[in-house]
C-alpha cells in the first residue's frame, strides 16, 4: 500500500539547476518500489526514511510509502534491522561550527545519551548518539552558508537547512517546484535564537551614533564621507564578513544592497573586527557579542530615539538590527528523532546552552516601569497635538501596575501576518502558558501605532492588533487555555513610539503589540 502525502508536481529545470549549481550535482541512487500485490511499481531516488515511511523521489513528486507495506530493489533501500536515525543539517557555519553541536549534546545528555564526534569530511562532522555504546541516532553536520543550506535542502541532500536570514522569495519557488512545502509556513521553520548586527569602527573614531538612515545612505553610497557624519575628513570605508555570510546578506536586503563593489569582505569575523579597530576610516557590521577591539556605535534617529543591543531590546525586537536563527525543513514527516529535538529545543536547558554559545535566547525576561524611562520621556517629547496630555496619563496609569516582558509582536510589511520571530515567539508562549507559566496572572496585550494618519483611528487599529494576537494564542491553545489564566486586550495608538515616522523602517518599529503581565 502507499500513502500519497504530497500534490503531482513536475520540477522544474530552474530548481534542478540552482539546486545543483549550489550544491553540486549529486549521483542518484534510484531504488524500485512495488506493491506488495505487483500493481504499483515506482523508480526513483530515496529521499529519506524515518524507520517506518520511505520519502522517494517520483516522477509524481516526493512520495512516502509505508515500507512495510512495499517490495525495495537497489543498493539504496534502506534496512529496518540495522537503521539508524540520521538527521542531516547543512548550512550556516556560524551555527553548525558551535551552536548546533552544542545543543546537540544538550538533547543527548537530557536523554542519558552520550555524542562521539567524528570528521566525514573536511565540510562534515557525524555526531553519533549512544546509550550504552550502543548508537540510537546521529547527526551529520555540513557547514558552509545559508545559500548552501536551502540549495541542500531542495535537493534533497539536507533534512534541516540552517540559515542567518529567512527564506528568499526565489528559494520559496524552488522549494514549492521541488515538493518540499511553503517554507515561510509556521510548520516548516523554527528560530533557536537570536542574533544582532552592530555597527563597530575604531576606538579613534569621533561619530560614535549612527540613524538607520544615515546606515542606509553609507550601505548604498549616498554618503561617503565621515565629514557628512560629523567626523573628520575621510571616505567611509564598509567592512563586512564573509560575502555568502546569511547575517551579510540579511543586511545587504535589509538595506536594498545591490553594489557592493567598494566593500571589503573579510573571512572571518575576528579578521573584521581587527580590521576595523585598526583603521579610523572602517565602519564595520558584526554580531553584537562579537565586536572585538572595535568600538560599538549606538544607533539614534532624528528624532532622538537611542537603542542599543542589550539583551531586552534584543528580546523584544526593540533593536532593529535583530537577526533571528532559523530551522527550515519540508513539509514531510522527519524521523521523531527530529521531533524531539525539536521539542527539547524549547526547554529552558537549550535555552541556556543558545546564552552560553554567545547568541540571544527566546525566553521573556520582565522590564520594570522603571528601566524604561528613557521610552516614556521620548513619548513625551514627540507626542504631537493629537496626543493629549490624558491620553499619556491613561497609558501611565494603565502600565503603571504592569511589568512588561520582553516579547514584542510585530507585523510583516504591509501586511497582518505576524512576522517570523513574532510567530515563534507566540508558539513559545502557547507551550509556557499550560506548562504553568502564568498561573494566577493576567497577560496585557497592549497595541501601539505608527503616527501616520488620525489619532483616534490609530488607536483602533492598535486595539485591533492586540486583538488579533489574542485571538492567535487563544487558537494554537484551544482547551490548554488555563483557567488560571486570563487574557486582556489595552491600545494606545500612537502615544509610545520607538522610532521616527518618517521612514518605514521606524513606522514598522512602531507597529507593534507588546505583552504585559500582571505583579
Given amino acids: ?42 523508480t526513483g531516488r530515496v529521499i529519506g526514511f524515518d524507520g517506518q515511511y520511505l520519502q522517494i523521489e517520483s516522477p509524481y513528486g516526493p512520495l512516502s510509502l509505508v515500507y ?82 536551502f540549495a541542500d535542502l531542495i535537493a534533497y541532500q539536507a533534512d534541516i537547512s540552517l540559515s542567518l536570514r529567512e527564506v528568499l522569495k526565489q528559494e520559496l519557488s524552488y522549494a ?59 571616505r567611509v570605508s564598509i567592512h563586512l564578513g564573509p560575502r555568502q555570510d546569511g547575517q551579510v546578506q540579511w543586511l545587504l536586503d535589509q538595506f536594498g544592497v545591490t553594489d557592493t563593489a567598494g566593500f571589503v569582505f573579510h573571512d572571518s569575523v575576528e579578521d573584521l573586527s581587527a580590521a ?51 530551522l527550515y525543513f519540508p513539509e514531510w514527516r522527519l524521523h ?35 528601566a524604561q524611562g528613557q521610552r516614556f520621556a521620548n513619548a513625551i517629547a514627540a507626542a504631537g497635538p493629537e496626543v493629549s496630555l490624558g491620553e499619556l496619563q491613561r497609558m501611565v496609569r494603565v502600565l503603571s501596575p504592569l511589568t512588561r516582558l520582553s516579547i514584542s509582536f510585530r507585523f510583516e510589511e504591509g501586511s497582518t501576518r505576524l ?12 507551550q509556557a502558558i499550560p506548562a504553568g507559566a502564568a498561573a494566577g496572572q493576567t497577560y496585557y496585550f497592549v497595541g501601539f501605532s505608527d503616527g501616520r494618519g488620525d489619532a483616534l483611528a490609530n488607536r483602533d487599529l492598535s486595539s485591533a492588533r492586540a486583538e488579533a494576537v489574542k485571538r492567535d494564542l487563544e487558537d494554537i491553545l484551544g482547551d490548554d487555555l488555563a483557567a488560571a489564566v486570563a487574557l486582556e486586550t489595552e491600545a494606545f495608538g500612537e502615544a509610545l513610539p520607538m522610532a521616527c515616522d518618517h521612514t518605514e523602517w521606524g513606522r514598522q518599529m512602531n507597529r507593534r503589540v507588546e505583552l504585559w503581565v500582571s505583579q
Fill in 176 to 234: 514549492r517546484d521541488a515538493g518540499i512545502g511553503s517554507l515561510d509556513a509556521p510548520g516548516q521553520s523554527l528560530i533557536i535564537g537570536l542574533d544582532a548586527l552592530v555597527p563597530i569602527t575604531s576606538p579613534q573614531q569621533s561619530v560614535t551614533t549612527l540613524s538607520i538612515a544615515q546606515i542606509a545612505a553609507l550601505l548604498i553610497g549616498k554618503t561617503s564621507d565621515w565629514a557628512e557624519l560629523g567626523g573628520q575628513d575621510a
Fill in 336 to 370: 521523531p528523532l527530529a521531533q524531539d529535538f525539536f521539542g527539547f529545543l524549547r526547554t529552558p536547558a537549550a535555552q541556556l546552552i543558545v546564552r552560553r554559545a554567545g547568541f540571544v535566547d527566546q525566553g521573556p525576561v520582565p522590564i520594570s516601569l522603571d
Fill in 1 to 42: 500500500m502507499t500513502r500519497r502525502i504530497f500534490k503531482p508536481f513536475i520540477l522544474r529545470s530552474a530548481a534542478i539547476i540552482a539546486a545543483f549549481f549550489l550544491c553540486g550535482v549529486v549521483q542518484a541512487q534510484d531504488v524500485t518500489i512495488t506493491s506488495r500485490g505487483g500493481n504499483l511499481s515506482l
Fill in 276 to 326: 576595523v579597530a585598526m583603521d579610523t576610516a572602517a565602519l564595520g557590521f558584526t554580531s553584537y557579542q562579537q565586536t572585538g577591539l572595535a568600538q560599538p556605535m549606538t544607533l539614534k534617529d532624528t528624532c532622538g530615539f537611542v537603542t542599543s543591543p542589550r539583551l531586552s531590546a534584543l528580546k523584544s525586537q526593540d533593536y532593529p538590527l535583530t537577526a533571528p536563527l532559523f
Fill in 68 to 149: 512495510s507495506g512495499v517490495n525495495c530493489a537497489g543498493a539504496a533501500c534502506p534496512d529496518p534491522d540495522t537503521y539508524i536515525p540520521t538527521i542531516r543539517m547543512s548550512g550556516a557555519a556560524r551555527m553548525g561550527t558551535l551552536l548546533l553541536p552544542a545543543l546537540i549534546d544538550g538533547f543527548a545528555r537530557s536523554k542519558g545519551w552520550t555524542v562521539e564526534t567524528s570528521a566525514v569530511d573536511p565540510a562534515r562532522n557525524l555526531l553519533a548518539l549512544k546509550a550504552d555504546q550502543e548508537i540510537v541516532g546521529q547527526f551529520v553536520l555540513r557547514q558552509s552558508n545559508s545559500d548552501e543550506g
Fill in 419 to 430: 512576522d517570523a520571530q513574532s510567530r515563534s515567539q507566540l508558539l513559545a508562549l502557547a
